[in-house]
T-cell receptor
């Protein structure tokens, strides 16, 4: 079935710096969702991307869906300690709505 | 308040015993999901359901069972056949496959 690779697996960031995490697939995706899970918490839905080349922004977070709909990225500017957590990209992989999570990018922010 | 509730938050069981984890939602969502998360790992799908009285196996269904007798409820039973049941179990619901999923607070199951 469809799978995605998330890179990097771990990301250490100095507070104030920018970083990007990527989600790559070998097949064309119908849509992609992004979630954030704080340490010890549960995943929280951030956004869904559906259209080729789509770009959506949420304050300091910018989400992008590739033109070929095979990859997606999450860019965070001016990282803050509140950005700590694991960011997952998620696919809808069949008509029954199976939500397939990527392995996630764990983000650690150094003050 | 609308939401999705998992109980209990922490659960301890002896090896060989079946245990049922509760998941209830009052969001009127059709889809419900169960995931397992091991320390430092991603989420793996156990079972999911789109409508009452129907559900599909996920990637790691062996040793687990579910039921969907009511739209609001999707309990998960961890049976004695599950070899490594100690994990963090997360339940989620969504209005549709293309809508974002809402997660419960999770149940941390420890089998000793």
């Amino acid at each position: 079935g469809q799978q995605v690779m998330q890179i990097p697996q771990y990301q250490h960031v100095q507070e104030g710096e920018d970083f990007t995490t990527y989600c790559n697939s070998s097949t064309t995706l119908s849509n992609i969702q992004w979630y954030k899970q704080r340490p010890g918490g549960h995943p929280v839905f951030l956004i869904q991307l559906v259209k080729s080349g789509e770009v959506k922004k949420q304050k300091r977070l910018t989400f992008q869906f590739g033109e070929a709909k095979k990859n997606s990225s999450l860019h965070i500017t001016a990282t803050q300690t509140t950005d700590v957590g694991t960011y997952f990209c998620v696919l809808t992989t069949d008509s029954w709505g199976k939500l397939q999570f990527g392995a996630g990018t764990q983000v650690v922010v150094t003050p | 308040d609308g939401g999705i509730t998992q109980s209990p938050k922490y659960l301890f069981r002896k090896e060989g015993q079946n245990v049922t984890l509760s998941c209830e939602q009052n969001l009127n969502h059709d889809a419900m999901y169960w995931y397992r998360q091991d320390p430092g790992q991603g989420l793996r799908l156990i079972y999911y359901s789109q409508i009452v009285n129907d559900f599909q196996k996920g990637d790691i269904a062996e040793g687990y069972s579910v039921s969907r007798e009511k739209k609001e409820s999707f309990p998960l039973t961890v049976t004695s056949a599950q070899k490594n049941p100690t994990a963090f179990y997360l339940c989620a619901s969504s209005m549709s496959p293309l809508a974002g999923a809402f997660f419960g607070q999770g149940t941390r199951l420890t089998v000793v």
